[in-house]
Structure formats: structure tokens, C-alpha cells
């Protein structure tokens, strides 16, 4: 069965436009705070400056990502052709066929996400980011409607939105940088927290996507089998192939488990070892950690020996899935420059520090540390600030401060929401986002409360 090929849709313009104009009227919004907060503080031209800025990293951030795509894209070529992938979302299915009723099972999109998933909750976001952007590649090649995302789309971005984390693996090193004695201790509050993001996410998803101002677009089908848009299939068909599931053979799957033996070695050594270094802490966040580190190289190797001992040839393979990353990543440029404008035009006038002072009072009162409030409000929009607003709350009230475990809770369970959604969509041309952006915030929101409450809780 060959994906990606459906029947061409003609959208009424009767359509709800409530979801499209969220978007628009966020954008707005926030360029116009920052006119008026500039306006009224003398801050024009660091308006300008912050736009400019936002501008030259979007653009940075794009081109940075050409790399890694190619290389993931690569691979994930190979893994699905070999069949690995399907393998992989075979374990899960149960799972998946709840989240994703409408994504047939062995659609490529369903290992995909399985991918990013696991990729997410090891703290391995130089491969999260490109298996995520290959799973809305392949959500698209099932949306009947290009333009719009799909029930499929918007639950996958709750998900990362809700950024499900086993080792919150940037807030534990800045702890551990500043001193802290023991900087593992935020795992476990982590875990409970973005456990809270995430089923927010999922239910804001599942009990909004019904509404007037969400619903899907309701469209006519037309009998034919072309692509509903350039977009909504990969431009090389054959990465949609049908792929190699028949087991390898007895000799073979020794000799990949020799494979996987030696890897899982490398992890012991990094375990028990203290001369190579081995993490400290209890039992299972070592675990985890040891894991983490062997599970890139493991890939690396893995992927393409299977697909080699699958009877693909595995260098033609991976440069075939490897033309995609250059496109992928620069068309993603003009929706980043959009928002990571707006943003920067916000931060230099001084839009969040306002924010800030006139939230505090309200947040102080209901028990929010009003010294989270700069990080609560950077972090949907921005990574780098909210990293910097997390350090510098870390060396002011010190690194085993609860104040500290908080930050490191919330940058953990939380997620750069805007700059999610500007990645993903815009990698497939998707201007409705329907009610992804109010799922994310409201992942947000109680990944935040969740953080102050945990931490209170458990280390106060």
C-alpha cells in the first residue's frame, strides 16, 4: 500500500477561521506590546535591535539544523526500509492506536514518532528534533487537508509540547556546574511534573479539537490518487516503499546481537566504572544516564548494519533519505523569521520585564515564587532566555536552593512552545494550527504549577 497518495480535497470557504486567526492575532499581539512597551519606556531602538536579532537566528538555528536532518533523514530511510522502525511501533501499538486512532499501524509516521518519543525522554534532542520533523512529514502525507493540522498533527504536538523527560539533561549540568551536591535530585520531580504537561496537552487536545473555533475543515473529495499538495508528500515516493519485514535469518540475528552485546558492554563500563567516569547517584537515574550516552553511537551503528543484514544496500540508502534534510530545514526559515522576530522584538523592548512586575503581585499571592516568573513567562517563547534566566536564578539563590530545583523542574517540564510549533508546521506547510497553541500553553501552564507544587512537596 502506497501512503501519501489520497484524494484531492476542495475546501468550502465556509470553513471556521477561528483557528487560523489564533495564530495571526498571537503574532499581532505580540509585535503590538512591543511598539507600546518600547514607546512608553524609550526602548525603540532596542526594539529594533531584538527583531533584527530574531532574524539572524532564525536563519542560524535553520541552517544549523541542515546537518543533522540530512543525517537522521538518512538513517531513518534505513530503518524504515529495513523495517526496523515498524518494529519498533509493533511495541507500542497498543499505545499508539489509542493516541493516533486515524494513522493506519504500519504507517511509517507511527514508528517516527515512536522515535522522537523515546529521543525526547533520553534528553537526546539533537535527534528529537529531526525524527519529529520526519513524523510530521509522514502525518502529512495522510492530512486531507495540506493546509490544516489534523487530529494526528495536533496530538503529536502535545506531546512535545508536553517534552516527557527521564533526565532533564541541561538542568541537571547547569546545577552541576554551579556546585550543586546533588544535581540528579530534579529527576524525579521532573518526571511528575512534565507527567502533568503532558496529560494536560492531551486532554486539552481531546476535549477541544470538537469546538466551532477547532474543528477540522469540512471538504468534498474529488476521485483521483495525486497528492493533495507538493507538501503533503515527500518530493522521492520511494521513501513510502513498501519495507523489508521478513525476520532475519538465525545466523543474522546473532550477529546483531553480538552488535547490541557490545554497545550494552560500553553502557556497564560507563555504569560501574568509576575511572570512565560513571554518573553518580541511585541505581536508576545511573541507569538512565549510562543509557543515554551509548544510545546515539548504538544508532549510528545499529541502523545501518540491520539494513545490511537485510539485504539493502546501506550507503545508497542513506544518501537517498539524506536529500530531504536540506529542504526540510530551509523551509522552515520563513515561519521561524516570523516568530523568532516578534519575540526578539518583545525581549528588547523590555515587554517581559513589564510582564514580570505586573505579575508578580497576583503570582505572590497565590503562592507562585514570584522569582520563576521570568522563566515561566520566556520558556514558551524562547529556549536560550529561558536558559538564561534559569542560570541566573541558580547562581543568585545558590545551586541546592529550592528556588533552584524549582527552575530546573519547570525548564524540564515545560517546552518552548512557539518555537515548536513554528519548526514543526512550517517544515510542511501548515498555517492552521487549530488547537495545538492552546494545548501547548496549557502544557505550559501546568508543567509550571506542577514544578512549584512537586517541589514544595517533595524537597521543601
Same mark, same amino acid.
Given at each position: 500500500?502506497?501512503?501519501?497518495?489520497?484524494?484531492?480535497?476542495?475546501?468550502?470557504?465556509?470553513?471556521?477561521?477561528?483557528?487560523? @486567526?489564533?495564530?495571526?492575532?498571537?503574532?499581532?499581539?505580540?509585535?503590538?506590546?512591543?511598539?507600546?512597551?518600547?514607546?512608553?519606556?524609550?526602548?525603540?531602538?532596542?526594539?529594533?535591535?531584538?527583531?533584527?536579532?530574531?532574524?539572524?537566528?532564525?536563519?542560524?538555528?535553520?541552517?544549523?539544523?541542515?546537518?543533522?536532518? %540530512?543525517?537522521?533523514?538518512?538513517?531513518?530511510?534505513?530503518?524504515?526500509?529495513?523495517?526496523?522502525?515498524?518494529?519498533?511501533?509493533?511495541?507500542?501499538?497498543?499505545?499508539?492506536?489509542?493516541?493516533?486512532?486515524? /494513522?493506519?499501524?504500519?504507517?511509517?509516521?507511527?514508528?517516527?514518532?515512536?522515535?522522537?518519543?523515546?529521543?525526547?525522554?533520553?534528553?537526546?534532542?539533537?535527534?528529537?528534533?529531526?525524527?519529529?520533523?520526519? *513524523?510530521?512529514?509522514?502525518?502529512?502525507?495522510?492530512?486531507?487537508?495540506?493546509?490544516?493540522?489534523?487530529?494526528?498533527?495536533?496530538?503529536?504536538?502535545?506531546?512535545?509540547?508536553? $517534552?516527557?523527560?527521564?533526565?532533564? &539533561?541541561?538542568?541537571?549540568?547547569?546545577?552541576? =556546574?554551579?556546585?550543586?551536591?546533588?544535581?540528579? =535530585?530534579?529527576?524525579?520531580?521532573?518526571?511528575?511534573? !512534565?507527567?502533568?504537561?503532558?496529560?494536560?496537552?492531551?486532554?486539552?487536545?481531546?476535549?477541544?479539537?470538537?469546538?466551532?473555533?477547532?474543528?477540522?475543515?469540512?471538504?468534498?473529495?474529488?476521485?483521483?490518487?495525486?497528492?493533495?499538495? &507538493?507538501? *503533503?508528500?515527500?518530493?522521492?515516493?520511494?521513501?513510502? !516503499?513498501?519495507?523489508?519485514?521478513?525476520?532475519?535469518?538465525?545466523?543474522?540475528?546473532?550477529?546483531?546481537?553480538?552488535?547490541?552485546?557490545?554497545? *550494552?558492554?560500553? @553502557?556497564?563500563?560507563?555504569?560501574?566504572?568509576?575511572?570512565?567516569?560513571?554518573?553518580?547517584?541511585?541505581?536508576?537515574?545511573?541507569?538512565?544516564?549510562?543509557?543515554?550516552?551509548?544510545?546515539?553511537?548504538?544508532?549510528?551503528?545499529?541502523?545501518? /548494519?540491520?539494513?545490511?543484514?537485510?539485504?539493502?544496500?546501506?550507503?545508497?540508502?542513506?544518501?537517498?533519505?539524506?536529500?530531504?534534510?536540506?529542504?526540510? =530545514?530551509?523551509?522552515?526559515?520563513?515561519?521561524?523569521?516570523?516568530?523568532?522576530?516578534?519575540?526578539?522584538?518583545?525581549?528588547? =523592548?523590555?515587554?517581559?520585564?513589564?510582564?514580570?512586575?505586573?505579575?508578580?503581585?497576583?503570582?505572590?499571592?497565590?503562592?507562585?515564587?514570584?522569582?520563576?516568573?521570568?522563566? %515561566?513567562?520566556?520558556?514558551?517563547?524562547?529556549?536560550?532566555?529561558?536558559?538564561?534566566?534559569? &542560570?541566573?536564578?541558580?547562581? $543568585?539563590?545558590? *545551586?541546592?536552593?529550592?528556588?533552584?530545583?524549582?527552575?530546573?523542574?519547570?525548564?524540564?517540564? !515545560?517546552?518552548?512552545?512557539?518555537?515548536?510549533?513554528?519548526?514543526?508546521?512550517?517544515? /510542511?506547510?501548515?498555517?492552521?494550527?487549530?488547537?495545538?497553541?492552546?494545548?501547548?500553553?496549557?502544557?505550559?501552564?501546568?508543567?509550571?504549577?506542577?514544578?512549584?507544587?512537586?517541589?514544595?512537596?517533595?524537597?521543601?
Amino acid at each position: 500500500m502506497s501512503y501519501g497518495r489520497h484524494s484531492r480535497i476542495v475546501i468550502p470557504e465556509t470553513r471556521s477561521l477561528g483557528s487560523h @486567526a489564533m495564530l495571526n492575532w498571537i503574532w499581532l499581539g505580540i509585535l503590538t506590546v512591543a511598539a507600546l512597551v518600547a514607546g512608553v519606556t524609550g526602548r525603540l531602538a532596542g526594539l529594533t535591535d531584538g527583531a533584527l536579532k530574531g532574524a539572524e537566528t532564525s536563519v542560524t538555528v535553520a541552517f544549523g539544523l541542515i546537518g543533522v536532518m %540530512t543525517l537522521w533523514l538518512g538513517l531513518m530511510r534505513l530503518a524504515e526500509r529495513s523495517g526496523m522502525v515498524q518494529s519498533v511501533a509493533s511495541l507500542l501499538r497498543p499505545l499508539l492506536r489509542r493516541l493516533f486512532p486515524e /494513522v493506519p499501524e504500519s504507517h511509517p509516521a507511527m514508528g517516527s514518532m515512536v522515535l522522537n518519543i523515546a529521543a525526547n525522554a533520553l534528553g537526546l534532542t539533537n535527534a528529537a528534533t529531526p525524527l519529529g520533523l520526519r *513524523a510530521m512529514r509522514d502525518l502529512q502525507s495522510l492530512n486531507r487537508h495540506p493546509d490544516t493540522a489534523s487530529d494526528a498533527m495536533c496530538t503529536f504536538l502535545a506531546i512535545n509540547t508536553g $517534552s516527557v523527560q527521564l533526565i532533564p &539533561t541541561t538542568a541537571i549540568a547547569i546545577l552541576a =556546574a554551579n556546585g550543586s551536591a546533588n544535581p540528579t =535530585a530534579i529527576i524525579g520531580t521532573t518526571l511528575l511534573a !512534565t507527567t502533568c504537561s503532558s496529560a494536560t496537552g492531551l486532554a486539552v487536545v481531546r476535549l477541544t479539537r470538537g469546538l466551532r473555533w477547532f474543528r477540522a475543515p469540512e471538504g468534498t473529495a474529488n476521485a483521483t490518487s495525486e497528492p493533495a499538495s &507538493t507538501e *503533503a508528500a515527500p518530493s522521492d515516493p520511494t521513501l513510502l !516503499t513498501a519495507a523489508n519485514t521478513e525476520p532475519l535469518s538465525a545466523g543474522r540475528r546473532i550477529l546483531f546481537g553480538l552488535l547490541v552485546l557490545v554497545f *550494552a558492554g560500553f @553502557a556497564a563500563q560507563i555504569l560501574f566504572n568509576p575511572a570512565a567516569g560513571s554518573p553518580k547517584g541511585p541505581f536508576l537515574v545511573r541507569l538512565i544516564e549510562a543509557v543515554s550516552v551509548v544510545a546515539l553511537p548504538f544508532l549510528f551503528v545499529a541502523i545501518p /548494519v540491520y539494513g545490511t543484514l537485510k539485504g539493502l544496500r546501506a550507503y545508497e540508502e542513506f544518501v537517498e533519505g539524506a536529500k530531504e534534510g536540506f529542504a526540510t =530545514a530551509t523551509r522552515i526559515i520563513p515561519y521561524l523569521v516570523a516568530m523568532l522576530v516578534a519575540i526578539g522584538a518583545l525581549r528588547g =523592548a523590555g515587554g517581559i520585564e513589564w510582564i514580570t512586575r505586573t505579575l508578580e503581585p497576583l503570582l505572590r499571592g497565590v503562592g507562585y515564587p514570584a522569582e520563576l516568573v521570568p522563566m %515561566t513567562l520566556l520558556r514558551p517563547l524562547t529556549g536560550s532566555g529561558t536558559l538564561a534566566a534559569f &542560570t541566573d536564578l541558580v547562581k $543568585s539563590h545558590g *545551586a541546592d536552593s529550592l528556588l533552584a530545583r524549582m527552575g530546573g523542574t519547570l525548564f524540564g517540564s !515545560t517546552e518552548t512552545t512557539f518555537y515548536v510549533i513554528a519548526v514543526y508546521f512550517g517544515s /510542511v506547510g501548515i498555517r492552521r494550527t487549530r488547537n495545538a497553541i492552546l494545548a501547548g500553553l496549557s502544557a505550559d501552564i501546568a508543567g509550571s504549577i506542577a514544578a512549584v507544587w512537586v517541589c514544595r512537596s517533595i524537597l521543601g
